[in-house]
């Protein structure tokens, strides 16, 4: 983990994201902003149907320029890649640095959860992390990103005006009153100011 500043606020150590319907097209101005050296994990939630492959991890791997995965059961989280929650399985992060799949019940009719993700994250990261909902057409990710505020990390949410659903980054701002509201452009500068070493 970072040292922590005075404030108690130190350099981010991994970044998740959360987003639903609309995700790919969010996704797709973002992750293939993120260069090369870029210092951050990045753990990502997307709702995706049980049941069946999902093609995230071989579409985002010809767009981006970081190495793009599906996240595998007790693997180390690494700097500079990106990691997507499997179907049907919750992600979470352990405070050793490693990923867990869980299949327990689902939250908000999905699994993953984003609030899964975001919950472990901030008892692993604390201040350290950096929190950002998407577009979607639920609720979940708002009490996760609270919870990462709560830890004293970042927590960004894309303008609701701008997403393809508004339920999901309403919500986030309603639960998460320190949240910052961004464009999309705005998310990407925001992740690229805080993976620049």
Do not use: W
């Not at 981010?12 to 319907?21: E, F, K, Y």
């Not at 984003?114 to 201040?127: H, T």
């Not at 609720?139 to 609270?146: F, K, N, R």
């Not at 999901?168 to 070493?197: F, H, N, Q």
């Amino acid at each position: 983990m970072s040292e922590r500043s005075k404030s108690g606020r130190g350099t981010p150590d991994a970044i998740v994201i959360g987003a639903s319907a609309g995700a790919i097209q969010a996704l797709l101005h973002i992750l293939p902003a993120l260069p090369q050296d870029y210092a951050l994990p990045v753990l990502i939630v997307v709702h995706v149907p049980p049941g069946r492959r999902s093609e995230l991890t071989a579409l985002f791997a010809a767009k981006c320029r970081l190495p793009v995965a599906e996240g595998e059961d007790k693997e180390p989280i690494l700097p500079g890649t990106v990691t997507f929650a499997p179907p049907d399985y919750h992600m979470l992060v352990e405070t050793g640095g490693t990923i867990s799949l869980s299949r327990d019940e689902q939250v908000f009719f999905s699994r993953p959860s984003i609030d899964v993700l975001f919950e472990s994250a901030a008892d692993a990261y604390g201040p350290a992390l950096v929190g950002v909902v998407l577009t979607g057409a639920n609720e979940d990710g708002a009490q996760g990103l609270a919870a990462v505020a709560q830890a004293g990390g970042v927590t960004l949410v894309q303008d609701p005006a701008s997403a393809y659903a508004r339920a999901m980054p309403e919500a986030a701002l309603k639960a998460c009153r320190a949240a910052r509201r961004l464009s999309l452009d705005g998310i990407v500068a925001a992740l690229l100011a805080a993976g620049t070493r």
